[in-house]
C-alpha cells in the first residue's frame, strides 16, 4: 500500500505522505543545484477562488496535469528499471526501521556518516516511488485531508491547497518557499491559484527536473532547488520569502528546531509558515504492543525517520521564534481514513491486475516485486488512522512577528 511526502511522506513509502507534501515530496541532497525557469510568470487580472456548485467547493483545476499521460510515462519508467535500481529500492526501506531519536542505533546500523546513508537511501527510494505513486491518485505523493467526503483523492488535495494558500495569505508576486517541492504540482498549484512566486526544495534531482519541465510547460516562472532538508543551512539570504508551506516533508528531518530556525531566517518579518504533517497523537502508547507492532508496519508505509508529536513541533516552531496561530487537524471528522481506504482499495486492485500480467510474462518480474511492496500495510495505516494513533494530516499555522 503506498508523502513526500511526498513533496515531496507522505505520505512517503507505500502510500506516500508528500509528499508531491505530500508532490511535496521530501528534500535532500549534499550538493546544491538551482534550476530556474526562464519562462515569465504567466498572470491574469484575477485569480480563482474556491468556486461552489451545489454546495460544494469546486477546487482551482487550472495547473492539474493529465493523468492518463503521467500514467504512461510512469509504466514506462518502472518497466525500464535496471536490476540494480530496483535493488536499491528495495533496500531503502531499512531506514524506516530506525529513528532520528535513537543516534545510537543509527550510528550501529549506519555508521558514523549516518545521515549520508539516510541520503543515499532517500535518493534511491524516490528515483522509483514518484512513478509508483503516478499510476494512481497520489502522483503529488501524498494523500491529503478529507476536505469533502464526496470529492475525489485529486480534489481534496487541490482543496487543502487552497485552503494553505489562503491560510499564508498568498497573493499575486508574492514570494513562497515550498519544502518537499516533489514534481512541482503543489507549486504549480499555487501559482496558478494566488498568482504567487513559488521556489521549491527537494531530495531528488529527478523529480526537479520534472518539476521544471512541468511548470516550464505552464508559463510559470517558479524556481527549483535540488538540496537537502536536513544540510543546513538553507542556500537563501535573510528575509527572502513571503511565506512559507510543506506538505507532509518533515518525516525524514533529522532536528525540527534547527529547520524551522532556519526557515525563521529567510521568511520576511509578518511571514507565515503552513505545515501539514505526520504525528503520533495523545492515544498512542508506545508500551502497547499492539500500538508498538502497528507503527512499526506503518512508519515505512509513511516514510517516517522519526516521530513527532503536536506539541513537540509547536514547541520547536515557538523556540525558533514564531507564534503558533492554528493548531489541528483539517479532516472531517479529524479522520483521514476515508481517502486512505480508498487509495488503498485502487492500489490493491492494480497489484492484482500486475500480478496476473506478470503471470503471462506481459510484464517484467521486478513490477510484482515493487507493487507488493508499495501496497505492503496499508490496512494497518487505516486502523492506525481509526484508531486515533496517529494522523499524516496535522496542521500547524505560524507566523514570523512583524518586529
Not at 12 to 27: E, F, L, Q, T
Not at 166 to 174: H, P, Q
Not at 281 to 305: F, Q, S, T
Request: aromatic letters at 8%; one cysteine or more; glycine letters at 6%.
Amino acid at each position: 500500500m503506498a508523502t513526500a511526502t511526498v513533496s515531496q511522506p507522505p505520505i512517503a513509502p507505500g502510500i506516500p505522505a508528500r509528499n508531491d507534501s505530500s508532490d511535496s515530496s521530501r528534500s535532500s541532497q549534499t550538493s546544491t543545484e538551482q534550476v530556474k525557469l526562464a519562462t515569465p510568470l504567466h498572470t491574469s487580472s484575477s485569480f480563482p477562488s474556491k468556486r461552489h456548485h451545489g454546495g460544494r467547493s469546486q477546487p482551482d483545476r487550472a495547473a492539474s496535469p493529465k493523468p492518463w499521460k503521467t500514467f504512461v510515462k510512469a509504466f514506462k519508467h518502472i518497466r525500464d528499471l535496471t536490476p540494480k535500481e530496483v535493488d536499491d529500492f528495495m533496500s531503502s526501506y531499512e531506514i524506516y526501521n530506525l529513528d532520528w531519536a535513537d543516534e545510537a542505533e543509527m550510528i550501529k546500523a549506519f555508521g558514523p556518516n549516518y545521515q549520508q546513508r539516510v541520503g543515499d537511501c532517500l535518493r534511491a527510494y524516490y528515483s522509483v516511488l514518484n512513478h509508483l505513486c503516478s499510476l494512481g491518485d497520489v502522483e503529488k505523493m501524498y494523500i491529503p485531508p478529507l476536505m469533502d467526503k464526496k470529492a475525489s483523492v485529486l480534489d481534496n488535495q487541490l482543496l487543502y491547497e487552497e485552503s494553505v494558500a489562503e491560510d499564508v495569505g498568498l497573493k499575486e508576486g508574492m514570494k513562497v518557499l515550498d519544502l518537499g517541492c516533489g514534481r512541482g504540482r503543489v507549486a504549480a498549484h499555487m501559482t496558478s491559484f494566488s498568482g504567487a512566486q513559488v521556489t521549491g526544495l527537494n531530495i531528488d534531482a529527478n523529480q526537479i527536473a520534472q518539476a521544471k519541465e512541468f511548470n516550464d510547460a505552464r508559463g510559470l516562472a517558479n524556481e527549483f532547488v535540488v538540496h537537502d532538508q536536513n544540510d543546513l543551512p538553507l542556500p537563501f539570504e535573510d528575509a527572502s520569502f513571503d511565506a512559507f508551506y510543506e506538505i507532509q516533508a518533515l518525516s525524514l528531518c533529522k532536528d525540527p528546531s534547527a529547520l524551522f530556525k532556519e526557515i525563521y531566517r529567510v521568511l520576511k518579518p509578518g511571514a507565515k509558515f503552513s505545515l501539514l504533517d505526520w504525528v503520533s497523537l495523545p492515544p498512542y502508547n508506545p508500551e502497547d504492543p499492539v500500538h508498538a507492532g502497528l507503527m512499526r508496519r506503518v512508519k515505512p508505509l509513511i516514510g517516517a525517520v522519526g516521530t513527532p508529536t503536536p506539541a513537540s513541533f509547536e514547541k520547536a516552531l515557538v523556540d525558533a521564534g514564531f507564534a503558533v496561530t492554528k493548531s489541528d487537524n483539517p479532516s472531517i471528522g479529524g479522520l483521514q481514513a476515508p481517502l486512505i481506504d480508498k487509495v488503498d482499495i485502487y492500489f490493491r486492485s492494480v497489484r492484482r491486475v500486475i500480478h496476473g500480467l506478470v503471470r503471462l510474462r506481459a510484464l517484467p518480474l521486478h513490477f510484482k516485486t515493487l507493487i507488493d511492496r508499495f501496497c505492503l500495510d496499508g490496512q494497518a495505516f487505516v486502523k492506525m488512522d481509526n484508531m486515533r494513533l496517529i494522523t499524516t494530516t496535522y496542521r500547524i499555522v505560524a507566523e514570523k512577528p512583524s518586529s
